[in-house]
T-cell receptor, first 114, second 111 residues
Framework: KAGVTQTPRYLIKTRGQQVTLSCSPI?????VSWYQQTPGQGLQFLFEYFSETQRNKGNFPGRFSGRQFSNSRSEMNVSTLELGDSALYLC?????????????FGSGTQLSVL | EDKVVQSPLSLVVHEGDTVTLNCSYE??????LLWYKQEKKAPTFLFML????IEKKSGRLSSILDKKELFSILNITATQTGDSAVYLCAVVGTDFNKFYFGSGTKLNVKP
């Protein structure tokens, strides 16, 4: 069974640009979450999607958005990039996103904003 | 505000040593606590704890939860260089699909 797949693995952008990251969950998983990981802050929750609906959102500005498609694949978009957006963006999936389920993580997209 | 605090932030030991990693939390309506190991990019699951006092074990790793004192520990005995990684603690509360992560403990096991 294939794991969580994130593309691209690496991205280099300049300030003001926008970026779209993609995540394909494990087959059969319908919940997809996104996390931002920076050296000082650890993993910070961005949002969670289930059946194409955003069920929860973290404390990030509106420049961060996402969506989920009918096949459970998810995309995350960051507009008007800032230097502080440089981070590892991790996607995680689970069957239904309930509290008794563990998250399965992808290898992340390393975003560098210059 | 919900939060998870891990200590120490980093640790250097030699092979064969035993280490204890700590995770304390303040999360509304606690549901579960999870430990993950992050070696390169993708965190991999170690344990899920929901009940106090019940130790979970997997080989040389074990973990226990204290819901009264709001903390968990992760023990690694007879450490090996392959145990070198960042160990992450995550807690789920009222928002059942939102995990609060600590900053992690970076463990370096020297030969």
């Amino acid at each position: 069974k294939a794991g969580v797949t994130q593309t691209p693995r690496y991205l280099i952008k300049t300030r003001g640009q926008q970026v779209t990251l993609s995540c394909s969950p494990i087959s059969g998983h319908r919940s997809v979450s996104w996390y931002q990981q920076t050296p000082g802050q650890g993993l910070q929750f961005l949002f969670e999607y289930f059946s194409e609906t955003q069920r929860n959102k973290g404390n990030f500005p509106g420049r961060f958005s996402g969506r989920q498609f009918s096949n459970s694949r998810s995309e995350m978009n960051v507009s008007t990039l800032e230097l502080g957006d440089s981070a590892l963006y991790l996607c995680a999936s689970s069957l239904a996103g309930s509290s008794n389920e563990k998250l399965f993580f992808g290898s992340g997209t390393q975003l560098s904003v210059l | 505000e919900d939060k998870v605090v891990q200590s120490p932030l980093s640790l250097v030991v030699h092979e064969g040593d035993t280490v204890t990693l700590n995770c304390s939390y303040e999360v509304t309506n606690f549901r579960s606590l999870l430990w993950y190991k992050q070696e390169k990019k993708a965190p991999t699951f170690l344990f899920m704890l929901t009940s106090s006092g019940i130790e979970k074990k997997s080989g040389r790793l074990s973990s226990i939860l204290d819901k009264k004192e709001l903390f968990s520990i992760l023990n690694i005995t007879a450490t090996q260089t392959g145990d070198s990684a960042v160990y992450l603690c995550a807690v789920v509360g009222t928002d059942f699909n939102k995990f609060y992560f600590g900053s992690g403990t970076k463990l370096n096991v020297k030969p």
